[in-house]
């Protein structure tokens, strides 16, 4: 049984949110949801299924590889969690959190992969 649905987002941090947006915009993404976070504004922006979570952060640094993040999409963050776990792979949450994102909100958790890039496993409640 496989426990993961496929990509959900990419995480691009900036520092220049507006410039971000339509940068993308140009490109063919629309803007699909607009949150804040703590005072940090976050849009996701989407063409043909592909999904970028853009937010506020000073710490890009405007440096290549500025991605952050991938996140996978799941039906079922409990399972996963405990799978992860048991992999023994190198937990960065030690426990599921959530966010008030999209209409119902979002749990997730985010561990290391072997490069120390950071995977995300969410579910959109």
Known sequence: MNKLNGLQHIGIPTNILNETKIFYQTLGFQIIDEEDNNGSCVAFLELNGLILEIWESLE??????????IALDTSDIESVFEWI??????????NIKSLPFWDNGIR???FYGPNKEIIEIC???
Not at 85 to 91: E, H, N
């Open 85 to 94: 776990k048991s992999l023994g792979l190198q937990l960065i949450d030690k």
């Open 123 to 125: 579910q959109k409640l």
């Open 108 to 110: 997730y958790f985010n």
């Open 60 to 69: 890009t640094n405007n440096h290549a590889g500025a991605i952050n993040h």
